[in-house]
């Protein structure tokens, strides 16, 4: 069984035209977003209703979106978070809080770190097998080091790779930890890391102040992690100006 995946942090659909026509032309099977605004009001701007054009543009009958705060937003609650759309049926879901509960986001820079993160977990079935998928936005900080919260991320994270004994897996998102950490290093010892040692970053350096942050252009941030049972056929991380993130694309074989 061959699958194609893509992952992407949206940046909130900023670049919202670009964005959706990117991600139609991959015609994926398996798509993993983070950063995802999911809004039924249509007066407001199309990017707040992100969740709902994308399954009606890249055709996908299964969806499941996991919240992981409200924003306010042209005098509406939003809420934001992860997502993840499917060729194939999704049969069962969970969405694990690392440390911040589920509520409105303050929006001011000096409580950007206490936003709520998540990891969401789904269960495929594919031509009869199945697949786990876990898609995450870590911990947010002024760096992507190692730091006490992180690290206890890590580890919630892989209680949940555990969870799931030998069954094959993948799991994918923006860590909001730089590729070199300890944190990243404990997933690399359970599993495959799709892009281990391959790009410099991670981050569209178009939409970055290199002079501000030139931390971005060494970023490594966004990931892709499959079980020992998968073999990756191709990956890619094509640099394109639909983010401020690039995304990663991979064909999987299990």
């Not at 991959?26 to 992100?50: G, H, I, T």
């Not at 892989?158 to 950490?181: H, I, K, W, Y």
Request: charge should be negative.
């Amino acid at each position: 069984m061959t699958l194609r995946v893509v992952c992407l942090n949206l940046w909130g659909g900023i670049l919202f035209e670009e964005m959706v026509t990117f991600c139609r032309q991959q015609n994926a099977d398996l798509y993993l977003f983070q950063e995802v605004f999911a809004s039924d009001d249509r007066s407001l701007d199309p990017k707040y209703q992100s969740l709902r054009i994308l399954q009606e543009e890249l055709g996908l009958a299964y969806v499941h979106f996991a919240p992981a705060f409200i924003e306010n937003e042209q005098g509406k609650k939003i809420p934001q978070g992860n997502a993840i759309l499917s060729r194939f049926p999704i049969h069962e879901v969970s969405t694990l809080f690392y440390d911040v509960a589920f509520g409105e986001r303050v929006n001011e820079w000096s409580q950007f770190h206490l936003t709520p993160r998540n990891l969401q977990h789904v269960l495929l079935t594919i031509e009869g097998r199945q697949l786990h998928v876990l898609n995450t936005q870590g911990i947010w900080g002024e760096d992507g080091e190692d730091s006490e919260r992180r690290l206890a991320m890590i580890e919630k994270i892989l209680a949940e790779v555990r969870s799931v004994g030998e069954e094959p897996l993948l799991l994918a998102g923006d860590f909001n930890v730089r590729d070199t950490t300890h944190a990243i290093a404990l997933l690399n010892k359970h599993l495959q890391n799709v892009f281990k040692g391959e790009l410099t970053t991670s981050f569209n350096i178009k939409q970055k102040d290199l002079k501000k942050f030139p931390g971005f252009a060494v970023a490594v941030v966004d990931m892709m992690f499959v079980s020992p049972n998968i073999r990756v056929l191709s990956h890619e991380c094509p640099q394109v100006d639909v983010s401020d993130h690039l995304p990663l694309l991979a064909t999987l074989e299990w």
